[in-house]
């Protein structure tokens, strides 16, 4: 440890308190990286700091800040990104402690958090007032709402309901050099000065930390109706999504699941899905028109080649809930990749040809889940590791393919889950120079020192 | 006119087409302000600039970084908080003659706008397609979709659909130095860096001048529903929000009119609505819960005092249209001022208590409309001219009082018409001064100079 990190270690020390400051090898290493699979190994970071009120958070950056040392933000380390990756000196603020719902205003619909209450925990608490905290990453169990704002991260329920963006009010934040500032406001509408709640949501922990937010809430609707739809192939599953919109229907949740992942489902939960079909549709239907819409869905469908779960069994609900619970491939092995392009709706059936072929091209095997009723596609590439012909070489290329003909088609590199480390190589092919010299100018503004996650997500 | 605006002029000429820069000195004062009411009496700018492509728009404002000449963007001049007056050296950048359709691409839900074009024009020509563009503000038959998004304007839809930020996916911004650059994505979802595309919406053309939006449609409903309430009195008309709310039902548009609104309505429409009650609820129930969600109105309120309008009449229909096209009080004479806070939803009931109380005591007239299904309230105030006490100074107190209630009860000064002038005075009272400085730092990042609308929004 160089003579900086040692004083660096002794000032924090003095003003926080002892459990706070961790050093213990494995802790640091757990706290290293996150489930992003990235070629370049993380190393441990110097400590890891585990604040319990936003005033010790402000003490580290203000020291932070004196001694020019990195500090970065982290949850509960599920992002997929490389966004926690310490890959040079660094301390880690672990924001887990911090984990109170300080009050929930159910009359206001709204709640005010901790960042690092886990999104599931939230939604716990506010159901027994009849309401919900909408965005649900796959991840809810898991992950804080804090590193939910800064992702902005998508789910499930965001097809009807908005991204995490959409129901950040207010947030806390403490910049690069201490200070607290309050941005937004406690209402749904409100225009006084610039969007600054939107610019620190997605900023990655790029921009200052997150230490407590303002959460709109929403009424539980009255009725949910899941149907799952199982079609001969992905493009017509894909196909399907459009029609669904064009009989006016909004599904709360419209996910995608292709035929290698349902058989990784039938392993995983002893069903025998994959007999039967393609890919699959799972639509969840919610609020007064609920029954409505599942009648309509059906209707679209009674003369193709689809086929239904039956009216008022639970088979979709199980497999919503498999979805959304599944891990499925998300702790990427060396070997595997996946991907989280977003696609012009109209464009997705070509878009899977032009996967497919650029899989085959590569010979890696291809599969895809999706939050499709947004256009948001996650296709996952693997190689066998003793495969002949660089297979780790064909891997890269295929993913590469994938995110060039996403933008060929007027995509983006990434819906939801952020660019972080991995998919920083590929902003320059999304966004103009001038765009990425705008947003550099506008972290050195907020942090000139450049020591709040440096070199990730911009 | 001094030998710089003469040089600056001369030099625009050249490269603009001739009809572009006007000097006419009635067009110099038609577009001198907005609907604002201002103390300060707005000044003539030194022309009009036309553009009819975005080229022009740079080129004037490469001129206008050579010269340090300031620039106000304006679309129709509909905005309310004086966000295009002029009162100093100007040029106004109007941008009324960019007003094509570029593309609508039903099956993305998307459509492209050049800034000019007016908000209900656009929904015309959607509607062909069976979509629509959600945010409609009041104004939506005069508003332009640039001043829309340079407002983040709100609107009677936005209860259930979001405001304009929810729906603008993409801009193209003429910096101040002439760049121009492109903001965001054309799908649903995207995080790709920070969120620039809401930066720059609501910033009152403060930050660029947007050229380009690429904006999010949605399916129109298959199904409407309109439902008058008419309440004994204006609080139980707001309590009868949070009932609704309760019953989990997701009115489209929910806005309310008081008793003194009823009958400017009843004036201009030859109607008798006032005979009968206090306040009123307009809801619109869409989509495929409309009947059902319309029936559970009709309960919450059955053994209450409310009359509600028949069931399949068109009477609440026609309400909601006059509402919708009601000019209201808008244009505001000096002896009138209109308001926008927003309040926490459960604090509604008591504001309006407090908010009788100030009128009362200052002796000023006082009504309201309001988007109250998302707490933006509309309170207007206003004086006889030659009543005794001085009446202007009495209005001033009412308004001021109306504001800072709003904001000891955890509200805003600006639910949907932005800062502009009017409110500029009052930002501080909402903002910390570090917030107040780090919008001015962005300000100085994007407009080193300030050309850009100086003195606006922050
Ligand atoms: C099984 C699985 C399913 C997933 N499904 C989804 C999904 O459906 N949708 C989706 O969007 N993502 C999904 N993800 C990705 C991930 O869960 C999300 O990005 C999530 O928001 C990360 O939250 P976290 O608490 O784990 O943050 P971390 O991974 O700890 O951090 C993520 C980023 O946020 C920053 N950060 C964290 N906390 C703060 C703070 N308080 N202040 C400032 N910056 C902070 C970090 O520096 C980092 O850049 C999934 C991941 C897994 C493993
Ligand atoms: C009868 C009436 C009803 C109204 N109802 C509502 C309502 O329900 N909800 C609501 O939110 N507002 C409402 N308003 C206010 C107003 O209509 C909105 O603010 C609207 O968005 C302004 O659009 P505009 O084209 O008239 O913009 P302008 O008034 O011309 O400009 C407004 C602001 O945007 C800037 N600007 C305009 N175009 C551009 C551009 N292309 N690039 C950069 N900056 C630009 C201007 O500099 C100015 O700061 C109402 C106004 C009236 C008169």
């Given at each position: 440890m160089?003579?900086?990190?040692?004083?660096?270690?002794?000032?924090?020390k003095k003003?926080l308190?002892d459990?706070?400051?961790?050093?213990d090898?494995?802790?640091?290493?757990?706290n290293?990286?996150?489930f992003?699979?990235?070629?370049?190994?993380?190393?441990?970071?110097?400590?890891?700091?585990f604040?319990?009120e936003?005033q010790q958070?402000?003490q580290?950056m203000?020291?932070?800040?004196?001694?020019?040392?990195?500090?970065?933000?982290?949850?509960a380390?599920?992002g997929?990104?490389?966004?926690?990756?310490v890959l040079g000196?660094?301390v880690?603020?672990n924001?887990?402690?911090?984990?109170?719902i300080?009050d929930?205003?159910p009359?206001?619909?709204?709640?005010v958090?901790?960042?690092?209450?886990?999104?599931?925990?939230?939604?716990?608490?506010?159901a027994?007032?009849?309401?919900?905290?909408?965005?649900?990453?796959?991840?809810?169990?898991m992950?804080t709402l804090?590193?939910?704002?800064?992702?902005?991260?998508?789910g499930?329920?965001?097809?009807?309901?908005?991204?995490?963006?959409?129901?950040?009010?207010?947030l806390?934040?403490?910049?690069?050099?201490?200070?607290?500032i309050?941005?937004g406001?406690n209402t749904?509408?409100g225009?006084?000065g610039?969007?600054?709640t939107a610019l620190f949501t997605?900023?990655?922990g790029?921009?200052g930390?997150?230490v407590r937010?303002?959460?709109r809430l929403r009424?539980?609707?009255?009725?949910?109706?899941?149907?799952?739809l199982?079609?001969?192939?992905?493009?017509?599953?894909v196909?399907?999504?459009q029609?669904i919109?064009?009989a006016?229907?909004?599904p709360?949740?419209?996910?995608?699941?292709?035929?290698?992942?349902i058989?990784v489902?039938d392993?995983?939960?002893?069903?025998?899905?994959?007999?039967?079909?393609?890919?699959?549709?799972?639509?969840?239907?919610?609020?007064?028109?609920a029954?409505?819409e599942?009648?309509a869905i059906?209707?679209?469908f009674a003369?193709?080649?689809?086929?239904?779960?039956?009216?008022g069994?639970?088979?979709?609900?199980?497999?919503?809930?498999?979805r959304?619970?599944s891990?499925?491939?998300?702790?990427d092995?060396?070997?595997?990749?996946?991907?989280?392009?977003?696609?012009p709706?109209s464009k997705m059936v070509?878009?899977?040809?032009?996967?497919?072929?650029?899989a085959?091209?590569?010979?890696?095997?291809?599969?895809m889940?999706s939050?499709v009723?947004d256009?948001n596609?996650?296709p996952?590439?693997s190689?066998?590791?003793?495969?002949?012909g660089d297979?780790?070489?064909?891997l890269?290329?295929?993913?590469?393919s994938?995110v060039?003909?996403?933008?060929?088609?007027?995509?983006?590199i990434?819906?939801?889950?952020?660019v972080?480390?991995?998919?920083k190589?590929w902003?320059?092919w999304?966004?103009s120079?001038?765009?990425?010299q705008?947003?550099?100018?506008?972290k050195?503004?907020?942090?000139?020192?450049?020591i709040?996650?440096?070199?990730?997500?911009?």
């Amino acid at each position: 440890m160089s003579s900086k990190q040692v004083s660096f270690l002794e000032n924090l020390k003095k003003v926080l308190p002892d459990e706070s400051v961790v050093q213990d090898e494995l802790v640091l290493s757990e706290n290293s990286r996150d489930f992003g699979q990235l070629s370049e190994m993380p190393i441990n970071p110097i400590a890891v700091v585990f604040p319990t009120e936003a005033q010790q958070v402000q003490q580290l950056m203000q020291l932070a800040t004196e001694f020019g040392m990195p500090v970065i933000s982290r949850g509960a380390g599920t992002g997929v990104s490389g966004g926690v990756h310490v890959l040079g000196e660094a301390v880690i603020l672990n924001l887990s402690r911090m984990n109170r719902i300080l009050d929930i205003r159910p009359d206001d619909e709204i709640a005010v958090v901790e960042p690092g209450v886990i999104n599931h925990d939230l939604n716990v608490a506010v159901a027994k007032f009849g309401l919900m905290y909408a965005p649900d990453p796959a991840s809810y169990k898991m992950s804080t709402l804090g590193g939910n704002v800064a992702t902005n991260a998508g789910g499930l329920r965001c097809a009807k309901y908005g991204v995490t963006r959409e129901s950040v009010l207010s947030l806390d934040v403490v910049l690069a050099d201490g200070r607290l500032i309050r941005v937004g406001k406690n209402t749904f509408k409100g225009v006084a000065g610039y969007d600054l709640t939107a610019l620190f949501t997605g900023s990655e922990g790029t921009l200052g930390v997150v230490v407590r937010a303002v959460l709109r809430l929403r009424y539980l609707p009255v009725d949910e109706r899941d149907v799952s739809l199982l079609f001969p192939s992905l493009e017509e599953a894909v196909h399907g999504v459009q029609l669904i919109a064009k009989a006016r229907i909004q599904p709360a949740i419209l996910e995608l699941i292709d035929h290698a992942t349902i058989q990784v489902l039938d392993k995983q939960y002893s069903t025998n899905l994959s007999a039967s079909g393609g890919a699959m549709l799972l639509a969840r239907l919610d609020g007064y028109g609920a029954a409505r819409e599942e009648e309509a869905i059906r209707e679209v469908f009674a003369d193709r080649n689809v086929v239904l779960s039956s009216a008022g069994s639970s088979e979709a609900t199980q497999l919503i809930e498999m979805r959304r619970t599944s891990r499925g491939d998300t702790k990427d092995d060396a070997y595997r990749t996946g991907e989280d392009v977003a696609i012009p709706k109209s464009k997705m059936v070509e878009y899977v040809h032009r996967l497919q072929a650029a899989a085959k091209q590569e010979r890696v095997d291809l599969r895809m889940i999706s939050h499709v009723g947004d256009g948001n596609l996650h296709p996952t590439f693997s190689v066998e590791p003793d495969d002949v012909g660089d297979p780790l070489a064909r891997l890269h290329r295929a993913v590469e393919s994938s995110v060039r003909i996403a933008l060929e088609m007027g995509g983006t590199i990434t819906g939801e889950h952020g660019v972080g480390l991995i998919k920083k190589d590929w902003l320059p092919w999304e966004q103009s120079a001038d765009v990425l010299q705008l947003q550099r100018s506008i972290k050195s503004l907020l942090d000139p020192l450049n020591i709040l996650n440096p070199g990730k997500a911009i």
